[in-house]
């Protein structure tokens, strides 16, 4: 079952506009990572947030994480056409060893230029 | 440094069929991730492969293995191929990091068809 849920599950703003989604998870994490798709590609590690930080921030990306609600919100400022994808959260469980990735469903971001 | 590259791209087979995937991790990467991806299921894990043992397994049949070589390069394998094995098969290969967590370097993806 999915770990983290994003919301929402689409999201089509103008170019130039922020888009804000949103990741909740279920369990204590490590870490929760934000990653981009481009359709039908691999996925493109964007962000990674710890689970003892609240924001973090990456050119135009802005990530928070709020350990007491379980979620993560990801921003990104002044949108662009190339900014088209599915954006998907990831956590790691907060148990010993290395635990797998587990995703989201996405939120599928369309810019319209 | 080379990126994650999975081969082949495009598979068709048909149901009842076996099928091998193929990734090469990023040079230096000793774990090696293999996720299923659909469009009702999202990304499921499959399973991890380091240092030639399977370290991590996903809820999946049987029909689904793995393995890994002495060089860190992977294949997963299918047998008996079902028509719900039609997916995006994305292989990841994973950078530990100081402090703990890590992460994770995706190939282009296989896109395997199952008619």
């Known amino acids: 079952s999915q770990q983290g849920e994003e919301d929402p599950q689409a999201l089509s703003i103008q170019e130039g506009e922020n888009a804000t989604m949103n990741c909740s998870y279920k369990t204590s994490i490590n870490n929760l990572q934000w990653y981009r798709q481009n359709s039908g590609r691999g996925l493109v590690h964007l962000i990674l947030?710890?689970?003892?930080?609240r924001e973090k921030h990456s050119g135009r990306l802005r990530v928070t994480l709020d350990t007491s609600k379980k979620s993560s919100s990801l921003l990104i400022t002044a949108s662009r056409a190339a900014d088209t994808a599915s954006y998907f959260c990831?956590?790691?469980?907060?148990?010993?060893?290395?635990?797998?990735?587990?995703f989201g469903k996405g939120t599928r971001l369309s810019v319209i230029a | 440094k080379a990126g994650v590259t999975q081969t082949p791209r495009y598979l068709i087979k048909t149901r009842g069929q076996q099928v091998t995937l193929s990734c090469s991790p990023i040079?230096?990467?000793?774990?090696v991730s293999w996720y299923q991806q659909t469009p009702g299921q999202g990304l499921q894990f499959l399973f991890e492969y380091f240092s030639e043992t399977q370290r991590n397994k996903g809820n999946f049949p049987g029909r689904f293995s793995g393995r890994q070589f002495s060089n860190s390069r992977s294949e997963m394998n299918v047998s008996t191929l079902e028509l719900g094995d039609s997916a995006l098969y994305l292989c990841a290969s994973s950078l530990s990091l100081a402090g703990g967590g890590y992460e994770q370097y995706f190939g282009p993806g296989t896109r395997l068809t199952v008619t």
């Open positions: 040079s230096g990467h000793r774990s």
């Open positions: 947030i710890r689970s003892n930080e």
């Open positions: 990831a956590t790691d469980a907060l148990i010993s060893g290395n635990t797998p990735l587990v």
